[in-house]
């Protein structure tokens, strides 16, 4: 079935890194844009990513611009997030999420389960 | 950046009510709006997308209406799988989401 499943969350502290990955299937993975999004406890989603279906255009929120850096291996059907220099701030459930259509500009309509970040000394 | 703001914060209602939830754009974002539910600890779930079009396998009871700057999420008769939290999100030339309705038990 369509899946997307997220993993390598854990608890890490500020100023090191941490790396995501979302392995998809049931799907066409190498011709849709892949998104990552993140929801801090409490609080509501905030888009964090997107990666363009061949790799070649990625967009990123202010708030992580320059720290965290998305990836795709189409061969894997895997979607990647590196994240250094880690703030508290930071701290929050990673989702990856697929548009419908395959474009950037999609409604979200596939979602993973979400991996747990806490970012804490 | 556009901003979504959605109200109210927190609903409380009865099965069967008619509950109406309000999405507001700083921007006119035409109709690139779309509402998801969440439970706890689970992923958001599309319900509607481009302000009116319901997503496959979602209840009729859920509607969509709205262009421009204000939108609604209308569920014409609450059940108890809909109290949840409730968001709205512009998806053209940014990603961005509201802060979210709760719907809860009265």
């Known amino acids: 079935q369509v899946q997307l499943v997220e993993s390598g969350g854990g608890v890490v502290q500020p100023g090191r890194s941490l790396r995501l990955s979302c392995a998809a299937s049931?799907?066409?993975?190498?011709?849709?844009?892949i998104h990552w999004v993140r929801q801090a406890p409490g609080k509501g989603p905030e888009w964090v990513a997107v990666?363009?279906?061949?790799?070649?255009?990625?967009y990123y929120a202010g708030s992580v611009q320059g720290r965290f850096t998305i990836s795709r291996d189409n061969s894997k059907n895997t979607l990647y997030l590196q994240m250094d220099s880690l703030r508290a701030e930071d701290t929050a459930v990673y989702y990856c999420?697929?548009?419908?259509?395959?474009?950037?500009?999609?409604?979200?309509?596939?979602w993973g389960q979400g991996t747990m970040v806490t970012v804490s000394s | 950046d556009i901003q979504m703001t959605q109200s109210p914060s927190t609903l409380s209602a009865s099965v069967g009510d008619r509950v109406t939830i309000t999405c507001r754009a700083s921007q006119s974002i035409t109709n690139w709006l779309a509402w998801y539910q969440q439970k706890p600890g689970k992923a958001p779930k599309l319900l509607i997308y481009k302000a009116s079009s319901l997503e496959s396998g979602v209840p009729s009871r859920f509607s969509g209406s709205g262009s421009g700057t204000e939108f609604t999420l209308t569920i014409s008769s609450l059940q108890p799988d809909d109290f949840a939290t409730y968001y709205c999100q512009h998806y053209n030339t940014y990603w961005t989401f509201g802060q979210g309705t709760k719907v809860e038990i009265k």
């Open positions: 990666i363009s279906y061949d790799g070649n255009n990625r």
């Open positions: 049931g799907f066409t993975f190498s011709t849709s844009a």
């Open positions: 999420a697929a548009p419908m259509g395959g474009n950037y500009f999609g409604p979200f309509y596939i």
